[in-house]
T-cell receptor, first 113, second 108 residues
């Protein structure tokens, strides 16, 4: 079982460059999430998609855009990367219920110079 | 959004029980209480969840206060592998927001 797959695992960008983080899940989950985690801190929600066709802002959406391409895939785009976006990014998915547990990907480590 | 409050850090001795508290005084009737833990350099992993009643699984127990404004994750016999950051979150059909969690240190 692949679960939640994120690509790339590592990326170095220069300030102002753009990039897209890809996330795919094979568990037929309705809801998908993007979090960022800065060193020594907890996870902060960037955007989420409660179900296919919907996306909503989380706690820290500025500087990011998302696309729920289909039920399986949820991408996160940085249009103009800034050093403050250096972080580890986690994608997660779950069923559309309160009982559903979150399944996380392995994370994508992004460095912006 | 309902928030949770946890102590920043806790210590335990190996093979002793650990009680990790969480306050969630603004919990709504539809919020489930979930616990996750994050080992170093890994993504969070699910531990346990509950709504109103206490819950047990192979990893831990969850004790939920009668008014649901607080809960406690119980590790019955801590091992060195239980050293991690533990997150208590409230979740429903939509948003799932994490706090900073409790860093558990287990001493041999």
């Amino acid at each position: 079982n692949a679960g939640v797959t994120q690509t790339p695992k590592f990326q170095v960008l220069k300030t102002g460059q753009s990039m897209t983080l890809q996330c795919a899940q094979d568990m037929n989950h309705n809801s998908m999430y993007w979090y960022r985690q800065d060193p020594g801190m907890g996870l902060r929600l960037i955007y989420y998609s409660a179900s296919e066709g919907t996306t909503d802002k989380g706690e820290v959406p500025n500087g990011y855009n998302v696309s729920r391409l289909n039920k399986r895939e949820f991408s996160l785009r940085l249009e103009s990367a800034a050093p403050s976006q250096t972080s580890v990014y986690f994608c997660a998915s779950k069923t559309f219920t309160g009982t559903g547990e979150l399944f996380f990907g392995e994370g994508s480590r992004l460095t912006v110079l | 959004d309902a928030k949770t409050t946890q102590p920043n850090s806790m210590e335990s001795n190996e093979e002793e029980p650990v009680h990790l508290p969480c306050n969630h005084s603004t919990i709504s009737g539809t919020d489930y209480i979930h616990w996750y833990r994050q080992l170093p350099s890994q993504g969070p992993e699910y531990v346990i969840h509950g709504l109103t009643s206490n819950v047990n699984n192979r990893m831990a127990s969850l004790a939920i206060a009668e008014d649901r404004k607080s809960s406690t994750l119980i590790l019955h016999r801590a091992t060195l592998r239980d050293a991690a950051v533990y997150y208590c979150i409230l979740t429903n059909a939509g948003k799932s927001t994490f706090g900073d969690g409790t860093t558990l240190t287990v001493k041999p």
